[in-house]
């Protein structure tokens, strides 16, 4: 082994200890409480992001400001870190990927290579075996009719950049087919096949460097408007179901060597069986309970994985309800501020915009264990 593959090794391979920084790519609300956990366990935070004001900021030790894809930025927060993790999943991935860095990143780039392109993500999936709707790729208006005549309705999504239902026009029937297209303003696309789910549902679940897998229990998510408003835990699924999600996951995990959270989505169908739609490698809004009703957070699971840690206790102590505070909802803290069981949690954002998630609540109810 030459000294240089040792010496990559050693990065690699690093844990860390208290008092070690963890970099980390974003600034957003994930990123605010990515940090919070870490200094939790006392571990330091540096966030990269554009907005020196940014919603991390509050709670990290320090901003390096400048753009995602700031390559100089980058290696210059690898020389701060004693690791490089991120907060969303449209981290740009050729600066990262030709960045000279100083330190490991954790999960690395497949993911997020995977997980930014629809196509690639449904294809990943399918050679994992795992279910998903059935769907095609649409560079043109006859890839959509082809699509169309053979899936019948569905949706057009467009290939990158969607999230919280962005991006996105239903196809009911033919007639809908040209404005479908024209919606997707001339960008790369995949049309999906109709799922007629039973519930929304997800795993919040984590992969640590040793290979090993924990998960939290299943929640289910109702969504308005593309945009998750609530999780509920316990789904109201059965065992099998939450079963074959978890295994999916961790297939999932497995296939990237991933090392952290992700948040794999799936609907689950009348007859049990589940069909995965998307995974985020990264925590996930759906995941948000864990801080109210579980031993250890998302959050804290996250940070433990890419420091190297072993997996905290998952084992969830109360029944929970997380609400999105979402644009005016805002206006509801007071009433939150007195519910009993309920633990609010802001965002630090001054301006309440329409569709922007200003906090969230979770209301717990405490069962035996
Ligand atoms: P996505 O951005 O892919 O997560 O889609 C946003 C929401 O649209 C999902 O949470 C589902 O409620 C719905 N949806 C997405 N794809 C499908 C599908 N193939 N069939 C039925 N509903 C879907």
Same mark, same amino acid.
């Given at each position: 082994?030459?000294?240089?593959?040792?010496?990559?090794?050693?990065?690699?391979?690093?844990?860390?200890?208290?008092?070690?920084?963890?970099?980390?790519?974003?600034?957003?609300?994930?990123?605010?409480?990515?940090?919070?956990?870490?200094?939790?366990?006392?571990?330091?935070?540096?966030?990269?992001?554009?907005?020196?004001?940014?919603?991390?900021?509050?709670?990290?030790?320090?901003?390096?400001?400048?753009?995602?894809?700031?390559?100089?930025?980058?290696?210059?927060?690898?020389?701060?870190?004693?690791?490089?993790?991120?907060?969303?999943?449209?981290?740009?991935?050729?600066?990262?990927?030709?960045?000279?860095?100083?330190?490991?990143?954790?999960?690395?780039?497949?993911?997020?290579?995977?997980?930014?392109?629809?196509?690639?993500?449904?294809?990943?999936?399918?050679?994992?075996?795992?279910?998903?709707?059935?769907?095609?790729?649409?560079?043109?208006?006859?890839?959509?009719?082809?699509?169309?005549?053979?899936?019948?309705?569905?949706?057009?999504?467009?290939?990158?950049?969607?999230?919280?239902?962005?991006?996105?026009?239903?196809?009911?029937?033919?007639?809908?087919?040209?404005?479908?297209?024209?919606?997707?303003?001339?960008?790369?696309?995949?049309?999906?096949?109709?799922?007629?789910?039973?519930?929304?549902?997800? !795993?919040?679940?984590?992969?640590? $460097? #040793? +290979? /090993?897998?924990? *998960?939290?229990?299943?929640?289910?998510?109702? &969504?308005?408007? =593309?945009?998750?408003?609530?999780?509920?835990?316990?789904?109201?699924?059965?065992?099998?179901?939450?079963?074959?999600?978890?295994?999916?996951?961790?297939?999932?995990?497995?296939?990237?060597?991933?090392?952290?959270?992700?948040? !794999?989505?799936?609907?689950?169908? $009348? #007859? +049990? /069986?589940?069909? *995965?739609?998307?995974?985020?490698?990264?925590? &996930?809004?759906? =995941?948000?309970?864990?801080?109210?009703?579980?031993?250890?957070?998302?959050?804290?699971?996250?940070?433990?994985?890419?420091?190297?840690?072993?997996?905290?206790?998952?084992?969830?102590?109360?029944?929970?309800?997380?609400?999105?505070?979402?644009?005016?909802?805002?206006? #509801?803290?007071?009433?939150?501020?007195?519910?009993?069981?309920?633990?609010? &949690?802001?965002? =630090?954002?001054?301006?309440?915009?329409?569709?922007?998630?200003?906090?969230?609540?979770?209301?717990?109810?405490?069962?035996?264990?």
């Amino acid at each position: 082994m030459s000294d240089t593959t040792a010496a990559s090794d050693d990065v690699e391979d690093r844990v860390l200890e208290p008092g070690d920084t963890i970099g980390i790519i974003g600034g957003g609300q994930l990123g605010r409480m990515l940090a919070m956990a870490a200094a939790r366990l006392g571990l330091r935070t540096l966030i990269l992001d554009p907005d020196a004001d940014c919603p991390a900021a509050a709670t990290a030790h320090g901003v390096v400001i400048a753009r995602h894809d700031d390559r100089a930025a980058l290696e210059a927060l690898s020389r701060q870190a004693a690791v490089i993790t991120y907060e969303f999943e449209n981290v740009p991935v050729a600066p990262l990927d030709a960045a000279d860095l100083s330190c490991a990143v954790r999960p690395g780039t497949q993911a997020l290579a995977i997980a930014q392109d629809r196509a690639s993500e449904k294809g990943f999936f399918n050679a994992l075996g795992i279910a998903t709707a059935p769907w095609a790729a649409v560079d043109s208006i006859a890839d959509a009719q082809t699509a169309f005549a053979a899936l019948g309705p569905g949706i057009l999504k467009t290939r990158r950049l969607g999230y919280d239902g962005k991006g996105q026009a239903r196809v009911r029937g033919a007639g809908d087919i040209a404005a479908a297209f024209s919606a997707m303003d001339g960008q790369p696309a995949i049309y999906e096949g109709f799922v007629g789910f039973e519930r929304e549902v997800s !795993v919040i679940a984590a992969r640590f $460097a #040793d +290979g /090993s897998f924990s *998960a939290f229990d299943v929640p289910e998510n109702r &969504h308005d408007a =593309g945009i998750l408003r609530q999780s509920i835990v316990p789904a109201d699924i059965g065992p099998a179901s939450a079963a074959a999600a978890c295994s999916a996951a961790r297939t999932l995990l497995d296939a990237l060597g991933y090392v952290g959270v992700a948040g !794999v989505e799936f609907f689950v169908m $009348a #007859d +049990g /069986s589940v069909v *995965a739609n998307e995974f985020a490698p990264r925590v &996930h809004n759906s =995941g948000h309970w864990t801080e109210a009703a579980c031993p250890v957070s998302q959050f804290e699971q996250h940070i433990r994985a890419v420091a190297g840690w072993t997996a905290g206790d998952t084992a969830r102590h109360s029944d929970a309800v997380m609400h999105n505070l979402v644009g005016d909802d805002v206006n #509801d803290v007071p009433r939150w501020l007195a519910t009993p069981g309920a633990m609010l &949690h802001l965002y =630090g954002k001054a301006e309440a915009r329409p569709g922007r998630k200003m906090g969230h609540v979770t209301v717990i109810a405490p069962h035996p264990r």
